[in-house]
């Protein structure tokens, strides 16, 4: 008997985590804009910049051929990063990932290594994209 009220206990305290469908909006592959993509692209190799030096090591990076990962390497190259597009055996490179997603009418994109991480939310318009929050930075040890 105390198991079966110990498992209807449980039960009802499970229901309170569920959560509804409608509070947030997220789509994991948004559709940017290359002008959007441009803007956030140099704002995040800008900030980056400023981190870790672009003459330190190349960085290698995985292109998805999406309009955000074409801007962001040639944003990259502009800052003075060397960048290499394909793995090399005992390359030296830093491996750089990036995410960008849209969430409630905003853009929140990354860029990180294993050292570092860098993000920020955008608002996306005709003209490209401005930030909406201030730049996070996560160091690693």
Do not use: H
Not at 111 to 129: E, K, N, Q
């Amino acid at each position: 008997m105390r198991v079966s009220y110990l498992f209807l206990g449980l039960t009802l305290a499970l229901t309170g985590c569920q959560t509804t469908e409608n509070d947030l909006t997220t789509s994991a592959t948004p559709v940017v804009s290359s002008t959007a993509a441009s803007a956030i692209a140099g704002d995040l190799a800008s900030r980056l910049a400023e981190q870790v030096p672009p003459a330190t090591t190349p960085v290698r990076l995985k292109s998805d051929g999406s309009d955000f990962a074409i801007a962001l390497d040639a944003a990259l190259k502009g800052w003075g990063y060397s960048v290499i597009t394909m793995a090399a055996k005992n390359d030296k490179a830093v491996e750089l990932a990036y995410s960008i997603q849209g969430i409630d009418g905003q853009l929140l994109a990354q860029v990180s290594t294993p050292s570092i991480a860098l993000g920020r939310a955008y608002v996306a318009s005709a003209g490209g994209a401005t930030p909406a929050s201030p730049l996070s930075i996560l160091q690693r040890n």
